[in-house]
T-cell receptor, first 111, second 115 residues
Framework: GQQVMQIPQYQHVQEGEDFTTYCNSSTTLSNIQWYKQRPGGHPVFLIQLVKSGEVKKQKRLTFQFGEAKKNSSLHITATQTTDVGTYFCAVGGEYGNKLVFGAGTILRVKS | EPEVTQTPSHQVTQMGQEVILRCVPISNHLYFYWYRQILGQKVEFLVSFYNNEISEKSEIFDDQFSVERPDGSNFTLKIRSTKLEDSAMYFC?????????????FGSGTQLSVL
């Protein structure tokens, strides 16, 4: 079935530093979604990328979808303590009836 | 913003007992899902439900599990005979269109502890 590899597993940064998480698939994706889960919380949708080479921004967050639609990244500029949580990428399953989540990247921010 | 609601927030049960986890999806959504997350691990798909039937299920969703939409608003997950390894956070989610193409709205989860 559809799978996506996500790295790194964990990142601990100083407040103000940048952060990036990457997702890679062996197959071409129709789209990719990103979610954030705060500690003790539930996954919350951030964005969906559909087009090859697409770049979208949400304030300090920049999302990219690769030209081949096999990889994606989430970059946070100048992290803040409010950015703490786990960031997941998610892709549609083979039959389109589910969303398959990557393993997630845990972000910790030292103030 | 509309919300998915789940009850209870915590459930403690003895091994071998049956549990029912309840969810109220967003009212105009058509697709419903159960996911689970063992502490510190990834969010794992269990089952998707559309038009009053299961549309896809994972290997985790064996004969001990069942889902039901008993009325126009509730969506339930039943575990018939709980095992220790069923201890996890269970998230209900819903979407307007099929989950592969549409964002999911998650509930706050039910933390299930099997003793």
């Amino acid at each position: 079935g559809q799978q996506v590899m996500q790295i790194p597993q964990y990142q601990h940064v100083q407040e103000g530093e940048d952060f990036t998480t990457y997702c890679n698939s062996s197959t071409t994706l129709s789209n990719i979604q990103w979610y954030k889960q705060r500690p003790g919380g539930h996954p919350v949708f951030l964005i969906q990328l559909v087009k090859s080479g697409e770049v979208k921004k949400q304030k300090r967050l920049t999302f990219q979808f690769g030209e081949a639609k096999k990889n994606s990244s989430l970059h946070i500029t100048a992290t803040q303590t409010t950015d703490v949580g786990t960031y997941f990428c998610a892709v549609g399953g083979e039959y389109g009836n589910k969303l398959v989540f990557g393993a997630g990247t845990i972000l910790r921010v030292k103030s | 913003e509309p919300e998915v609601t789940q009850t209870p927030s915590h459930q403690v049960t003895q091994m071998g007992q049956e549990v029912i986890l309840r969810c109220v999806p967003i009212s105009n959504h058509l697709y419903f899902y159960w996911y689970r997350q063992i502490l510190g691990q990834k969010v794992e798909f269990l089952v998707s439900f559309y038009n009053n039937e299961i549309s896809e299920k994972s290997e985790i969703f064996d004969d001990q599990f069942s889902v039901e939409r008993p009325d126009g608003s509730n969506f339930t997950l039943k575990i018939r005979s709980t095992k220790l390894e069923d201890s996890a956070m269970y998230f209900c989610a819903s979407s307007l269109l099929t989950g592969g193409d549409e964002k999911l709205f998650f509930g706050s989860g039910t933390q299930l502890s099997v003793l």
